[in-house]
Each structure stands twice: as C-alpha cells, then as structure tokens.
C-alpha cells in the first residue's frame, strides 16, 4: 500500500533554520491530510492537518502545504529547534480511512 | 497522554503462538484502528471498527483477526505467529467525524523469538 509517500527518510538542519518535510500521494480522492510527529516509545501524535478545499494551514511554527494538483504536500518548520527532533508522518484520508507514508526523521543541530 | 489505552506494552512470544492485544478508546470515540509499524517501516494499515462494525481492511494477514466490543474496546488477535510478526502494533481512535484525525496509543511491542 503505496498512496502516501514520503521519500526522504532522514533529514537534519541547523536550529533556527527551516524545516521542509515533503509527501506526495497517489489517490486523488483523499480529501483530508495531516501531519504526525513520532517520539521513540510513544504513540504518533497529532500535529497539523489541511482540507482539500484548502492550500494552506498554519499553527505557530508549523505549516502545511497542499498541492492538489501535484498530489503533493509538505511541513515547514520555522524556526527549527531541537525538540522538534522525531520522526514525521504524513497522512492521508478519505472517509476516515487514513494512510500513512513511511516517516522521515527530522534531527535539528543545536 | 492521547487517552487510547494499548495492553500490554511489551509481548514476547515464540513462533507458532497465539497472542491478544487489547485497546480501548477515548472516551467518546466510536472509531478504532490497529496498525503495524515494523523496523523502520511505516504506519500500515491493517483493520478498522465502527461502533462494532469492520468498515475497512488493510494488508491484514489472514493469521491475524479483531473485533470491536460493545463497550468499544477492541482486540487484535495474531496466530501462528512467524518471526515477521515482529513489530509494534498501534491502536487509534477517531469520533468518526469528517476531518478528524486519529488518536494514537504507545503501542504494544511484539517479539517473536
């Protein structure tokens, strides 16, 4: 089950810089996407969603971008800062049934 | 805390065996879903219950099953379990509303050994 990708599995960046995290999806018909961030030994928590009607949500530090058209979305973290270090998951929904991509670790440098 | 409760959290078991995992939802929640994350891998989907109702199948093994009970909980059952198997298995719950996202637990860490 391939719909949801994201094809970096790592990323690292300096503190204070942005983070892009990036996901591409196969299915046209997902209507609702979202953003998880994973810590080692704990359950993925909820970070940022987008509707498909939209192209753009932001929350504090955090935005999501929709490209429907491309079926591609991605994260951007600004400023990065340590805490921020965890695996990312995107994911996307249509009628409550979610897809996740693979996760990309993002680690942030002091 | 995200309020999804996952037992055990750690499972050891030997090949062949037969293991439960249990979930229980937040409260209110209608919706649950399990996943399996193996070494590395991501979030795949295996099953999810409605109010006690399957209402959609993912790469689910025909070895594993689950069920959703009247008071919500729900429970993965693995059989025959292989080495591969190994993996830790999250639970999810949702209102079952449009645009909702999923609430995870921690988890349940399966060895097969």
């Known amino acids: 089950d391939q719909q949801v990708k994201q094809n970096s599995p790592s990323l690292s960046v300096q503190e204070g810089r942005i983070s892009i995290l990036n996901c591409d999806y196969t299915?046209?018909?997902?209507?609702?996407f979202l953003w998880y961030k994973k810590y080692p030994a704990e359950g993925p928590t909820f970070l940022i969603s987008?509707?498909?009607?939209?192209d753009k949500n932001e929350d504090g530090r955090f935005t999501v971008f929709l490209n429907k058209s491309a079926k591609h979305l991605s994260l951007h973290i600004v400023p990065s800062q340590p805490g921020d270090s965890a695996v990312y998951f995107c994911?996307?929904?249509?009628?409550?049934?979610?897809?996740f991509g693979a996760g990309t670790r993002l680690t942030v440098k002091p | 805390d995200s309020g999804v409760t996952q037992t055990p959290k750690h499972l050891i078991t030997a090949t062949g065996q037969r293991v439960t995992l249990r979930c229980s939802p937040r409260?209110?929640?209608?919706?649950v879903y399990w996943y399996q994350q193996s070494l590395d891998q991501g979030l795949q989907f295996l099953i999810q219950?409605?109010?006690?109702?399957?209402?959609a199948k993912g790469n689910i093994l025909e070895r594993f099953s689950a069920q959703q009970f009247p008071d919500l909980h729900s429970e993965l059952n693995l059989s025959s379990l292989e080495l591969g198997d190994s993996a830790l298995y999250f639970c999810?719950?949702?209102?079952?509303?449009?645009?909702?996202?999923?609430?995870f637990g921690n988890g349940t860490r399966l060895t097969v050994t």
């Open positions: 999810a719950s949702s209102p079952y509303v449009s645009d909702s996202p999923l609430h």
């Open positions: 299915n046209s018909m997902f209507d609702y």
């Open positions: 987008i509707s498909s009607i939209k």
């Open positions: 994911a996307a929904s249509r009628r409550n049934d979610m897809r």
């Open positions: 409260s209110g929640d209608l919706s």
């Open positions: 219950y409605y109010n006690g109702e399957e209402r």
